[in-house]
């Protein structure tokens, strides 16, 4: 695969799967355990911020690698973490990921989420 086809399996995450909540997409572009994880994950953070946006930032794609700078905005309205509605909103929060590409589709994934400046807009850390 190109570094732009790499690249569009990752836009089509974020516009597809994750924004809209529609987890379906994930069976044309994901694969494996990360597949499994991806559908695990995106329902109930959904459930804990309904109206979430994550935009990309910046995309950077190497060989079986895309390299991912997302910022996300949403507001708190279900529990999170333990924590119940806040009903606050954070704005911008970085989130940093590396997705592997095997067999044209997204294999796996590692991140790494603010969620210190996340709670701290929210309310739940100073």
């Known amino acids: 695969m190109t570094a732009e086809q790499t690249k569009m399996l990752v836009r089509r995450l974020l516009e597809e799967a994750v924004n809209p909540r529609n987890p379906d ?49 949403r507001p708190h309205l279900g529990e999170w973490m333990g924590h119940p509605s806040a009903g606050r909103r954070f704005e911008d929060v970085d989130e940093i990921y590396i997705f592997r590409v095997h067999g044209g589709k997204l294999a796996a994934a590692f991140g790494v989420e603010d969620n210190m400046e996340r709670m701290r807009q929210l309310g739940l850390a100073t």
Request: contains cysteine.
């Open 25 to 73: 997409v994930l069976d044309e572009i994901a694969q494996g355990e990360f597949a499994v994880a991806a559908r695990r994950w995106v329902r109930p953070f959904r459930d804990s911020f309904p109206d979430f946006t994550m935009q990309i930032a910046d995309l950077v794609a190497d060989g079986e690698k895309v390299a991912a700078h997302f910022r996300c905005s």
